[in-house]
């Protein structure tokens, strides 16, 4: 009996989203007084991997092969299922990415197991195995109860806090076989944003819609952002008007976001919106209409005009 834990890492570094999922995977470790360990794709050097010792990660198994680095659903999917079985694992737990909704559910398959997603509670063991999961784009929660012997979650972004708690590490390499069928679907490139932080991890983000008139009007969004260290956002009909990139859309059809801050400037607040940004911890909205529907969900609002109050905010900002 033993908890797993799926690593990604880009550009040398482990995802923060990652991090928080192996924290989570140590504090169920404590609960059931199981070993934890993970098994890390992408790629990272072995000096990164050992880091995870911080975490409370006892073993780490790496992946050498084109196909793990650039993050092939299908070899992934067989190498979890295998350091799985090599550890033993009943509990397998993966951070929410558009790498783990792939590989999770094939993974669950292949073991037969239980699986949720969208958790933010640590397991409830005293009558079975419960959970609590985010649901309705953060509106509810739902408390679901796995049955089967294998469990597998997703942990929602910046539902669990990094919390230290220092082992020594070992690192050895995992050895996969795979087969013609694992490799289907191949990679064969890829094509990075040239955001500087990426939306979906970022701790805070700052997002413009029409209200800005123009793309020429960015650089209030980009100026607050750099001043935040954040990742820049709009609505729909800012990248459907090619004002800005359409990876930067944010919303239901566009990327949905977790971050501990959100700043809506000049967006008015459409449902399909508000859909992608429910889970953020605080949202902050800025807009000289106060009758826009973003200030229902807005924990904080500035009624204003946004070319008068953004640059004022972004000085004051700038001093702290």
């Known amino acids: 009996m033993s908890v797993l834990v799926l690593i990604e890492a880009t550009e040398g570094s482990i995802k923060k989203s990652s991090i928080e999922a192996a924290c989570y995977a140590k504090a169920v470790a404590t609960q059931t007084n199981a070993p934890v360990s993970a098994l890390v794709v992408g790629d990272a050097s072995e000096t990164e991997i050992q880091t995870l010792g911080k975490f409370g990660i006892e073993k780490a198994y790496f992946l050498e092969g084109e196909s793990f680095k ?160 954040a990742a820049t956002g709009c609505s729909k009909p800012v990248s459907d008007l090619d004002w800005r990139p359409h990876h930067e859309h944010v919303g239901q059809t566009g990327i949905k976001v977790s971050p501990n801050l959100y700043i809506a400037i000049g967006i008015s607040g459409a449902i399909q919106h508000i859909a992608g940004i429910n889970s953020s911890k605080v949202i902050v909205a800025i807009n000289k209409d106060p009758e826009a529907p973003i200030f229902k969900v807005a924990d904080y609002g500035i009624v204003g005009d946004a070319f008068e109050v953004v640059p004022k905010l972004t000085e004051a900002l700038s001093k702290i």
């Open 70 to 229: 650039r993050f092939a659903i299908g070899p992934v999917s067989v190498a979890l299922a295998k350091a799985a079985k090599s550890t033993s694992a009943n509990v397998i737990i993966g951070a929410k990415s558009n790498l783990s909704d792939a590989v999770l559910p094939r993974t669950t398959a292949a073991l037969q197991a239980s699986m949720t997603t969208n958790v933010v509670s640590l397991p409830s063991t005293s009558g079975g195995f419960e959970v609590k999961r985010s649901i309705f784009t953060g509106k509810a929660f739902a408390t679901v109860k796995l049955e089967a012997d294998i469990k597998v979650l997703s942990v929602k972004k910046n539902a669990i806090d990094l919390t230290e708690s220092p082992v020594s590490i070992q690192v050895e390499k995992l050895e996969v076989s795979l087969s013609d069928a694992d490799n289907s679907v191949k990679v064969t490139g890829q094509e990075k944003a040239n955001a500087e932080i990426s939306l979906p991890e970022a701790d805070i983000v700052v997002s413009g819609g029409r209200g800005l008139k123009g793309p020429e009007n960015w650089g209030l969004v980009t100026d607050l952002a750099k001043t935040l260290h």
